[in-house]
Nanobody, 125 residues
């Protein structure tokens, strides 16, 4: 297993940007793909983006394509989610997770074996 800790959330106005980070420890990060999920109040936790273990492949949910960019720095044992052109509907707790990379599959939380505690992102209108 790998231990994950998110950081970088905060309050931003619509149209603004934030970058959230996910620091890993306890295992070899390159063994796993890293995914980002989000959960808004009263809603289910949903897939946002994923990056393969090497960083060579990525896949995004339609709702964030063209606005969000997932990346990773395995030397620093950290994954990132750069969020641009933020909208109020992006408001959620953002979680990083470790699991398998399956390309353009339908990802659910159950596909991932390790999770961080989440970081709050609030987008005001």
């Amino acid at each position: 297993q790998v231990q994950l800790v998110e950081s970088g959330g905060g309050l931003v106005q619509a149209g603004g940007s934030l970058r959230v980070s996910c620091a890993a420890s306890g295992s070899t990060l390159t063994t796993y793909a890293m995914g980002w999920f989000r959960q808004a109040p009263g809603k289910e936790r949903v897939f946002v983006a994923i990056i393969s273990g090497s960083g060579g492949s990525t896949y995004y949910a339609d709702s964030v394509k063209g606005r969000f960019t997932i990346s990773r720095d395995n030397a620093k044992r950290t994954a990132y989610l750069q969020m641009n052109s933020l909208k109020p509907e992006d408001t959620a707790v953002y979680y990083c997770a470790a699991g398998p990379y399956r390309g353009s599959a339908y990802y659910t939380p159950a596909d991932f074996h390790s999770w961080g505690q989440g970081t709050q992102v609030t987008v005001s209108s």
